[in-house]
């Protein structure tokens, strides 16, 4: 990289950092004011921000499409926008009219505090962000050479720092910035490629005859995983929380139609991106990194910075967010509940959230070395705890007693964890039976909520409240 290219970057630094400390949290601030900025997000803030957040893992849609081509679509485009679609008709105006924080909040509601704890606990491992940590890791080690623990600890630096100083709103001002940079830079480079290379003959040309497949050259089976560990949508607490602070439940629906319409435009331009990058370097070592490798043989001086701050964006957009996220959970579900603590303390103890999941974002990353097995592990364990029993607390009349609900949720994510610790047990590296953790979790939960659920009146939960 150039000068110029690093004094772009550097720019864009001093903006982020600028925008993230405008208007630090006040001393004695309501929960509401922290945790979702005080419930006034408008559309244009909501689209902009979920959108950027939601799209935190470009370095593992680059390698999943350097890998598979364009089955890409199939396993980290479609199976999302559906659940989106879904979360966007069942969920989104209930979500925001049910006047709570956070998902642990309407546990604690539709339940009891026990099962909002455990719940709270699940979401706080959920959305330490270990992969978009790593994926700055690997940004910094390709676009400035430096060691993966030194871009992992540096980025980091860079997408919490504002959070703690100024809460749900230095995410949003942050995110709206960041979602015109992912759109440019990757609009910058698509547009690049098709000029010097030619378009769809070169790629079929130059890439294996598989990438051009719905399948990739993957099993039919291995996709379906990923259209049920994309139901994770509908407990994700990113979406929850944007719904929560829409300033109405009109702006929360709108906003993720309008957002789905801005996730596949983005789509078209990585998986395209990431097409150019097996056809111009085939043998890369590390699939992870191609995006930020097709841009360094590419791009010229300037515009290879403007690149990379679209890579940055993308993925810092997503640390700051799930940070944020996490470090909520720690400070207004967990610890209230663990220890008695009164509300006035959230601020503080949200602070100590943050830092305590910064530190096992990092070590996590540091282990995993895929983006996409981070994602496969997660979701596969939280999903199948979570998903029953958040959904009917908004869905439906049938709900769960407070004490299945909290069994529902242990005993699911314990067998899939155990499931998934399987392989590591296995001679050949497989499930056991072959069968992927998400599933038995999942079955269990949907078996228990059919044979245990009952029937409530409208609106009314187990115990008569609402």
């Known amino acids: 990289m150039h000068l110029v290219d690093y004094a772009i970057i550097l720019v864009y630094l001093v903006l982020l950092l600028s925008l993230g400390l405008i208007g630090r949290l006040k ?18 803030a909501f689209v902009a921000s979920l959108v950027s957040t939601w799209y935190g893992g470009i370095l593992g849609v680059g390698e999943y499409s350097y890998n598979y081509g364009l089955s890409n679509w199939l396993v980290f485009g479609l199976p999302y926008y559906l659940a989106a679609l ?68 540096s980025g980091t630096l860079f997408s919490v720092v504002y959070v703690f100083a ?52 993957n099993s039919g089976w291995y996709i379906a995983v990923w259209y049920v560990i994309a139901l994770a949508t509908l407990v994700e607490p990113a979406f929850y929380q944007r719904c929560y602070a829409a300033k109405n439940a009109s702006v929360a629906r709108k906003g993720i139609f309008i957002s789905i319409a801005c996730w596949a435009v983005f789509d ?94 990092v070590g996590t990353a540091l282990f995993f070395r895929s983006v996409v097995d981070i994602w496969h592990a997660f979701g596969s364990i939280g999903t199948p705890a979570l998903l029953v029993p958040v ?7 049938r709900r769960l007693a407070p004490r299945m609900a ?29 069968v992927e953790p998400i599933f038995p979790g999942l079955a269990l939960s949907i078996l228990l909520f059919v044979i245990f659920s009952r029937r409530t009146g409208s609106g009314a939960l187990p115990d008569g409240r609402t």
């Open 27 to 44: 001393r004695g601030g309501s929960p509401s004011e922290l945790i979702l900025g005080g419930r006034v997000l408008t559309l244009p």
């Open 86 to 153: 879904l979360f966007a008709l069942f969920l989104a105006g209930k979500a925001r009219e049910s006047k709570v924080l956070t998902i642990p909040e309407r546990l604690a509601q539709a339940y009891d505090s026990r099962t909002a704890l455990v719940g709270g606990v699940i979401i706080f491992l959920m959305t330490v962000p270990a992969a978009y940590i790593l994926m700055l890791g690997v940004l910094c080690r390709f676009l400035f050479g430096w060691p993966m623990w030194l871009g992992i600890l």
């Open 166 to 217: 100024g809460g749900f709103k230095s995410v949003v001002r942050t995110d709206i910035f960041q979602f015109s940079l992912m759109f440019l830079g990757f609009a910058i480079l698509l547009g690049v490629l098709n000029v010097e290379y030619g378009g769809f003959e070169f790629l079929s040309e130059h890439i294996p005859s598989t990438h051009l497949t719905w399948h990739g050259g």
């Open 268 to 361: 078209f331009l990585t998986t395209s991106c990431g097409l150019y990058a097996r056809a111009i370097l085939p043998d890369l070592s590390d699939p992870v990194g191609s995006f930020p490798a097709l841009a360094l043989e590419v791009l010229p001086v300037g515009l290879l910075g403007l690149f990379a701050l679209a890579l940055l964006a993308t993925v810092m957009s997503t640390v700051d967010s799930y940070s944020f996220l996490a470090a909520s959970t720690f400070g207004n579900d967990i610890m209230p509940r663990v220890s008695n603590v009164p509300k006035s303390r959230v601020t503080t103890l949200t602070r100590y959230g943050l830092v305590l999941s910064t530190v096992l974002a």
């Open 391 to 397: 959904f009917f607390s908004f869905v439906g009349r």
């Open 406 to 434: 909290l069994a529902s949720i242990i005993s699911c994510g314990f067998i899939s964890s155990v499931w998934y610790l399987s392989r590591y047990f296995s001679s050949d590296g497989s499930y056991w039976l072959g």
